[in-house]
């Protein structure tokens, strides 16, 4: 069945969007600044290959007892989940860099996380900041039966359990990346000619899928063999690495948009939604953290979803400077400006709401 052509309204009498994006604007002009990276994110980005290939590199040229061996490889996930937010998620946005040949180079990093360039723009760039949080379209807040991160979706008898084991699934992300997903994705998302730009050759991306995959499992799990560690030691690294990245990944994802106070609209039986696209990214996008160093350096800004959502194209280093713009615009026109001020209290408010999207529907 074809989906349904989602509209967002065009009708804005208050002009919130023209004004915001005025004053933005005007901020970058007067302070002579580029939309994209400087010295500071690529500095942040050496940091962050640092933390994903010394730790795998003394693995493997020093003998390591086994507790520091799983230690490394925890800090090698850690490692890749901040490339992935910092360097990747930037460079695939055309924000990394004013130059093309920078953002292709760096945003091929997702093949680091096991996974494919195409199929990320299309999931993330279109899918998921167009159609964000609406129910058969942003495939973000699909998880098949097992999680009910949706009121649309169809509850299941085990969502009342989800409130217990949903964390522990989120460490499964980036291996389903690497095993099933992104096969998945690529015949998916071909076959309904989605494409963020041009559409690729078929034969192309396949190849390239599959070449990437190959270039992957040898450097993560042949060349560990080769080099004599047992399939168990080489099993058990793969799997904390994994792990540790999918669960700061997924985490990290979800308090932007699983929350209390973001929204779920779907739109009528045209497929007409009721605001315009920027006022609906209020409604479905919330912040965390906006106060904490740590959080902003390691997550690539993505705790301040809110302005990556409305301006995707500016890199995150200036997310601090334009969230003022962006709330006290979002103010003055009596719109949402959704917003946590701890990483733990976001937590604790995500873990609610699984609460109670994981009650039977007729009593929730």
């Given at each position: 069945?074809?989906?349904?052509?989602?509209?967002?309204?065009?009708?804005?009498?208050?002009?919130?969007?023209?004004?915001?994006?005025?004053?933005?604007?005007?901020?970058?002009?007067e302070n002579n600044l580029k939309r994209?990276?400087?010295?500071?994110?690529?500095?942040?980005?050496?940091?962050?290959?640092?933390?994903?290939?010394?730790?795998?590199?003394?693995?493997?040229?020093?003998?390591?007892?086994?507790?520091?061996?799983?230690?490394?490889?925890?800090?090698?996930?850690?490692?890749?989940?901040?490339?992935?937010?910092?360097?990747?998620?930037?460079?695939?946005?055309?924000?990394?860099?004013?130059?093309?040949?920078?953002?292709?180079?760096?945003?091929?990093?997702?093949?680091?996380?096991?996974?494919?360039?195409?199929?990320?723009?299309?999931?993330?760039?279109?899918?998921?900041?167009?159609?964000?949080?609406?129910?058969?379209?942003?495939e973000d807040i699909d998880a098949g039966?097992?999680?009910?991160?949706?009121?649309?979706?169809?509850?299941?008898?085990?969502?009342?359990?989800?409130?217990?084991?949903?964390?522990?699934?989120?460490?499964?992300?980036?291996?389903?990346?690497?095993?099933?997903?992104?096969?998945?994705?690529?015949?998916?998302?071909?076959?309904?000619?989605?494409?963020?730009?041009?559409?690729?050759?078929?034969?192309?991306?396949?190849?390239?899928?599959?070449?990437?995959?190959?270039?992957?499992?040898?450097?993560?799990?042949?060349?560990?063999?080769?080099?004599?560690?047992?399939?168990?030691?080489?099993?058990?690294?793969?799997?904390?690495?994994?792990?540790?990245?999918?669960?700061?990944?997924?985490?990290?994802?979800?308090?932007?948009?699983?929350?209390?106070?973001?929204?779920?609209?779907?739109?009528?039986?045209?497929?007409?939604?009721?605001?315009?696209?920027?006022?609906?990214?209020?409604?479905?996008?919330?912040?965390?953290?906006?106060?904490?160093?740590?959080?902003?350096?390691?997550?690539?800004?993505?705790?301040?979803?809110?302005?990556?959502?409305?301006?995707?194209?500016?890199?995150?280093?200036?997310?601090?400077?334009i969230a003022k713009i962006v709330k006290?615009?979002?103010?003055?026109?009596?719109?949402?400006?959704?917003?946590?001020?701890?990483?733990?209290?976001?937590?604790?408010?995500?873990?609610?709401?699984?609460?109670?999207?994981?009650?039977?529907?007729?009593?929730?």
């Open positions: 069945m074809a989906k349904q052509i989602v509209s967002f309204s065009r009708k804005d009498p208050a002009k919130f969007f023209k004004t915001l994006n005025k004053r933005v604007n005007n901020y970058f002009k994209t990276g400087n010295w500071r994110l690529y500095l942040k980005a050496m940091v962050m290959f640092s933390l994903l290939i010394i730790p795998g590199v003394l693995i493997l040229t020093v003998t390591l007892p086994g507790w520091a061996q799983i230690l490394c490889m925890v800090i090698v996930g850690v490692g890749m989940a901040g490339v992935g937010m910092n360097v990747m998620h930037d460079a695939n946005h055309g924000s990394f860099s004013s130059k093309k040949w920078v953002n292709k180079l760096m945003g091929s990093s997702i093949y680091i996380l096991a996974g494919n360039d195409y199929n990320w723009k299309v999931q993330h760039n279109v899918l998921h900041h167009t159609y964000t949080n609406i129910q058969g379209h942003d039966r097992i999680i009910r991160f949706s009121k649309h979706s169809k509850w299941f008898r085990i969502h009342k359990y989800q409130k217990y084991y949903a964390f522990f699934l989120y460490g499964l992300l980036t291996a389903n990346w690497a095993i099933t997903t992104d096969f998945i994705q690529t015949y998916n998302y071909l076959k309904r000619k989605l494409a963020y730009g041009k559409l690729p050759n078929p034969a192309t991306q396949w190849t390239k899928l599959i070449i990437g995959k190959i270039v992957y499992y040898s450097l993560w799990v042949v060349l560990p063999l080769y080099l004599g560690f047992a399939w168990w030691e080489v099993l058990i690294g793969f799997i904390v690495m994994h792990y540790t990245a999918g669960i700061i990944l997924s985490v990290v994802f979800q308090l932007a948009h699983v929350m209390p106070n973001t929204e779920m609209p779907m739109p009528n039986k045209e497929g007409n939604m009721k605001n315009t696209w920027a006022i609906h990214q209020l409604f479905t996008t919330s912040n965390f953290s906006p106060k904490s160093w740590l959080v902003k350096f390691y997550t690539g800004g993505l705790n301040r979803q809110v302005e990556h959502h409305l301006f995707a194209n500016i890199s995150h280093i200036h997310y601090d400077k006290e615009t979002a103010n003055e026109f009596s719109l949402p400006y959704n917003e946590y001020n701890t990483f733990f209290q976001a937590v604790a408010e995500h873990y609610n709401q699984l609460k109670t999207l994981g009650k039977k529907p007729n009593i929730a």
